[in-house]
């Protein structure tokens, strides 16, 4: 069996060596995240911990996929960030325990294949899209921000001037190394550029990163609502989280099962049983939602892994992190800037993957990542949504003139047959 311990064990020193390479990627990106979430850096490192945990265990019982590696989720952040602007941080942790909820309904009655009907795979790469316009927005001005002492009243200051030229050195750098390593050792640019940039700041003065050291505490997840409208907003917003979530972990379940060394299948049910209990798990603590991120995994991957056993040892080294969290001051904002930046445009990029669809996927995945962009993406995805049921029923009614009741009839009957992508 491919999750039995003799099997594990085989691959033991693989698994340990990719392990400690994907944990130390996943750091930067992790408190980038966390950072758009406006969550603190410590709870997100926390959650990436307790999901690596759960899926090891989970894939000795129910393997979902082979070589994925958690972490929260940088699609989902600024969905997190609305949340902590409307229902306040002390209501998240029952927003998690919510949405974990309504992702243990998807999973139980198996609805992802329904959901990925009603959401075409292209909005979802529009959407996605326009979150990773939002996060290089949001990280852009740190590539120039520099530390209060040195602030002036002229903007193209000497030390101004000084924070551009290294991030756009280090922006130069760091693609390069990635354009030649990412076929083999995707993490060097990004130990690469975390190493200069700590040397760089010990000779010039550079804005740091700076991490609360919040309490880790156990509590019921318990919510704190007094207007009966809240509710229905709660109900509505945690369904979208739900469902973001799902889709984002069918689709890097796709990708993953084509890059697993031993071509072995992927469950996706079985991924979503471990993202429910891990977000349920991390409601408790005040956690945020995770899934098995494509980044994280392909370098897991190209690391070496070949089971679980790699998350594990993921979860370890960030583990040393979350005890630890003094160390990551010694990051200069600039580094962690062309990280998330890099990070958007990727995300941006699968808009190239939509133009082999036709030209209406193109255009209409645009909208939604133009829509995410500006309104959010509750509101863009839902327009976009709205959009893409009315150009149906134009083209099935008007065009090609068949009655409104044979089209909700066809579709009633795809939904209840068998055609629902995994």
């Given at each position: 069996?491919?999750?039995?311990?003799?099997?594990?064990?085989?691959y033991v020193f693989r698994d340990f060596q990719a392990g400690i390479i994907t944990g130390t990627m996943a750091i930067p990106l992790t408190v980038g995240i966390a950072l758009m979430s406006n969550y603190p850096i410590?709870?997100?490192?926390?959650?990436?911990?307790?999901?690596?945990?759960?899926?090891?265990?989970?894939?000795?019982?129910?393997?979902?996929?082979?070589?994925?590696?958690?972490?929260?989720?940088?699609?989902?952040?600024?969905?997190?960030?609305?949340?902590?602007?409307?229902?306040?941080?002390?209501?998240?942790?029952?927003?998690?325990?919510?949405?974990?909820?309504?992702?243990?309904?998807?999973?139980?009655?198996?609805?992802?294949?329904?959901?990925?009907?009603?959401?075409?795979?292209?909005?979802?790469?529009?959407?996605?899209?326009?979150?990773?316009?939002?996060?290089?927005?949001?990280?852009?001005?740190?590539?120039?921000?520099?530390?209060?002492?040195?602030?002036?009243?002229?903007?193209?200051?000497?030390p101004r001037i000084q924070i551009i030229l290294i991030s756009c050195a280090s922006l130069v750098a760091f693609l390069y190394l990635f354009a030649r390593f990412q076929a083999r050792q995707p993490a060097i640019p990004?130990?690469?550029?975390?190493?200069?940039?700590?040397?760089?700041?010990?000779?010039?003065?550079?804005?740091?990163?700076?991490?609360?050291?919040?309490?880790?505490?156990?509590?019921?997840?318990?919510?704190?609502?007094?207007?009966?409208?809240?509710?229905?907003?709660?109900?509505?917003?945690?369904?979208?989280?739900?469902?973001?979530?799902?889709?984002?972990?069918?689709?890097?379940?796709?990708?993953?099962?084509?890059?697993?060394?031993?071509?072995?299948?992927?469950?996706?049910?079985?991924?979503?049983?471990?993202?429910?209990?891990?977000?349920?798990?991390?409601?408790?603590?005040?956690?945020?939602?995770?899934?098995?991120?494509?980044?994280?995994?392909?370098?897991?991957?190209?690391?070496?892994?070949?089971?679980?056993?790699?998350?594990?040892?993921?979860?370890?080294?960030?583990?040393?992190?979350?005890?630890?969290?003094?160390?990551?001051?010694?990051?200069?904002?600039?580094?962690?800037?062309?990280?998330?930046?890099?990070?958007?445009?990727?995300?941006?990029?699968?808009?190239?993957?939509?133009?082999?669809?036709?030209?209406?996927?193109?255009?209409?995945?645009?909208?939604?990542?133009?829509?995410?962009?500006?309104?959010?993406?509750?509101?863009?995805?839902?327009?976009?949504?709205?959009?893409?049921?009315?150009?149906?029923?134009?083209?099935?009614?008007?065009?090609?003139?068949?009655?409104?009741?044979?089209?909700?009839?066809?579709?009633?009957?795809?939904?209840?047959?068998?055609?629902?992508?995994?």
């Amino acid at each position: 069996m491919q999750n039995s311990a003799a099997f594990q064990t085989k691959y033991v020193f693989r698994d340990f060596q990719a392990g400690i390479i994907t944990g130390t990627m996943a750091i930067p990106l992790t408190v980038g995240i966390a950072l758009m979430s406006n969550y603190p850096i410590k709870i997100a490192l926390a959650t990436v911990v307790s999901a690596c945990f759960i899926g090891w265990i989970n894939a000795w019982f129910k393997p979902g996929n082979f070589i994925g590696a958690p972490g929260v989720a940088a699609g989902l952040a600024p969905v997190l960030a609305l949340g902590v602007e409307n229902f306040g941080m002390e209501n998240m942790a029952f927003i998690i325990f919510l949405t974990a909820f309504f992702q243990a309904v998807i999973w139980k009655f198996d609805l992802q294949k329904y959901i990925l009907m009603a959401v075409p795979k292209y909005l979802v790469e529009g959407l996605l899209a326009g979150v990773g316009l939002k996060i290089i927005v949001n990280f852009f001005p740190m590539t120039y921000e520099i530390p209060p002492n040195l602030t002036s009243e002229v903007f193209w200051s000497g030390p101004r001037i000084q924070i551009i030229l290294i991030s756009c050195a280090s922006l130069v750098a760091f693609l390069y190394l990635f354009a030649r390593f990412q076929a083999r050792q995707p993490a060097i640019p990004y130990f690469v550029l975390i190493s200069a940039g700590a040397i760089i700041a010990h000779f010039t003065p550079l804005p740091m990163l700076h991490v609360d050291d919040v309490p880790l505490l156990l509590s019921l997840p318990l919510p704190n609502f007094n207007n009966p409208w809240t509710w229905l907003y709660v109900i509505g917003f945690t369904l979208m989280l739900a469902v973001i979530d799902v889709i984002e972990q069918v689709m890097s379940n796709a990708a993953i099962e084509k890059i697993d060394p031993l071509q072995r299948k992927c469950n996706t049910n079985n991924s979503l049983l471990a993202i429910w209990i891990a977000n349920m798990s991390s409601s408790f603590f005040g956690g945020m939602t995770n899934l098995d991120g494509l980044a994280k995994s392909t370098t897991n991957k190209l690391a070496g892994a070949y089971t679980k056993l790699s998350v594990l040892t993921v979860g370890a080294v960030i583990l040393f992190f979350v005890l630890n969290t003094q160390l990551l001051e010694y990051l200069p904002k600039f580094s962690l800037a062309v990280i998330m930046i890099f990070t958007g445009w990727k995300m941006m990029l699968g808009l190239v993957h939509v133009a082999h669809q036709g030209q209406y996927a193109l255009i209409l995945a645009i909208l939604c990542a133009l829509l995410v962009f500006r309104l959010g993406i509750f509101e863009g995805l839902l327009l976009a949504l709205l959009l893409h049921g009315s150009v149906n029923y134009i083209v099935f009614s008007q065009v090609q003139h068949i009655k409104t009741i044979t089209i909700i009839k066809k579709y009633l009957k795809r939904f209840a047959g068998d055609g629902g992508a995994d």
